[in-house]
């Protein structure tokens, strides 16, 4: 994947994201009243505005280019009412010596760990850092059967984002799924349309994620320790099923220890 054309890009993919994703990591973070671990903090689009309401943040990505972009933005917003310090790190492998009451995990981040065992390790350092009595919170899509069976060379659209000075962006994808190795080798496509819609740049962004089904994730939550709290099919809590677009988790520590160090 390429990160330095995806930190000029992921903001423009999320601004049409459910406001309800927002919501629900802000309402978990909240009630906790921090600090707060997020492990994929890409451009800070979750994490920044809770630093902005005076929460403590710490937020590692592996990717310079999206911390680059992070760190402007909170540059430009400077002061924040509490904090944001962004750490470069892998989050397969991470010790940051410190526990936190929300560990959380937004925009699917664990399915760029894309094998079974770099799976485990994400979620095996995230429980670490994670406190006796906290919670963690992540989510995946739900891989249902019609999604799998996709052309691989159809394109579909994502969303059209209109510009504030006019013009458009135009956001489409293609899905190429190995069902085998569970792995999707997608293409995320951005186009940016002038007032008149001519194209002023197009963008192609290679995207590979491995994908859970939600009982692989209930399984994958036990070998490391935790035990699962509610597993939900939308980010407003509604129940999981076939027809469900998310699989929204919230966890803690179980009573047994993790069997992965």
Not at 81 to 99: E, K, P, V, Y
Not at 156 to 164: D, N, S, Y
Not at 217 to 237: A, K, Y
Request: with cysteine; glycine share 6%; net charge negative.
């Amino acid at each position: 994947m390429n990160y330095t054309a995806w930190a000029d890009w992921y903001d423009v993919f999320y601004s049409g994201a459910d406001p309800a994703e927002l919501n629900f990591y802000q309402g978990v973070c909240k009630a906790s009243q921090g600090p707060i671990l997020e492990i994929g903090v890409g451009t800070g689009r979750v994490s920044l505005p809770l630093a902005q309401a005076g929460m403590e943040i710490v937020g590692i990505d592996l990717f310079e280019p999206m911390l680059k972009v992070a760190q402007r933005k909170a540059l430009a917003v400077a002061p924040l009412n509490g904090s944001l310090n962004l750490i470069q790190a892998d989050m397969r492998n991470f010790d940051l010596n410190r526990q936190f009451p929300v560990v959380m995990m937004p925009a699917r981040t664990l399915l760029l760990a894309t094998t079974e065992d770099e799976q485990l390790r994400t979620l095996c350092c995230a429980a670490n850092h994670l406190t006796s009595e906290g919670t963690m919170a992540f989510n995946l899509f739900y891989p249902d059967p019609e999604m799998l069976a996709e052309d691989p060379e159809e394109e579909f659209l994502l969303e059209v984002v209109e510009k504030p000075e006019g013009g458009r962006y135009v956001l489409t994808a293609k899905n190429h799924f190995d069902t085998v190795a569970q792995l999707n080798h997608g293409t995320q496509i951005a186009e940016e349309l002038d007032q008149n819609g001519n194209s002023l740049r197009r963008q192609e962004l290679d995207v590979l994620v491995r994908y859970l089904h939600p009982e692989q994730v209930i399984n994958l939550c036990d070998l490391v320790g935790l035990e699962i709290l509610e597993m939900w099919g939308d980010f407003e809590g509604h129940e999981l099923n076939e027809d469900s677009e998310e699989i929204v988790v919230l966890a803690r520590h179980s009573e047994s220890k993790p069997t992965i160090r």
